[in-house]
């Protein structure tokens, strides 16, 4: 495991992980057109998260609400356990003040709105250093 580079010489590294392909897809389109991020990996399940991060090695993880609501807790704490570098955007239905405020109390994490994912994208990978902007 390596120390997150994100800088401006390295893209962005990028681990997808929703439980809809379509929506995969659609990020991985929307990333492609982003010279400052490269997806390493996609995932449907936390578990696979887990796997995908250990394999490809990426800087941040864009999560599905649901993976994070609808999976075992303890598997989203041995995920920041295991990669303390990992960024990771928790990606919301819609979007709500309280969505919000419990992701980042509970977990400390950034969420985006998938509505606006095209924006919201854009300025995650933009961010200096690689550094998720919330």
Known sequence: MR???GGHNSPLRVLIADKCA????TVRRVLSQQPEALVV???ETLLDAAREATARDPDIVLLDIE???NEDPAR????????PYLQ???MLNEDSADYRAAVGERWGYSCIVK???EEDLASIVGAP???VVR
Do not use: I, K, P, Y
């Open 3 to 5: 120390a997150s580079t």
């Open 22 to 25: 379509h929506f995969r897809e």
């Open 41 to 43: 990996g996609e995932a």
């Open 67 to 69: 993976l994070v609501m």
């Open 76 to 83: 989203l704490r041995r995920l920041a356990e295991a990669f």
């Open 88 to 90: 990771v955007v928790v």
């Open 115 to 117: 509505e606006q994912a």
């Open 129 to 131: 250093s690689g550094r």
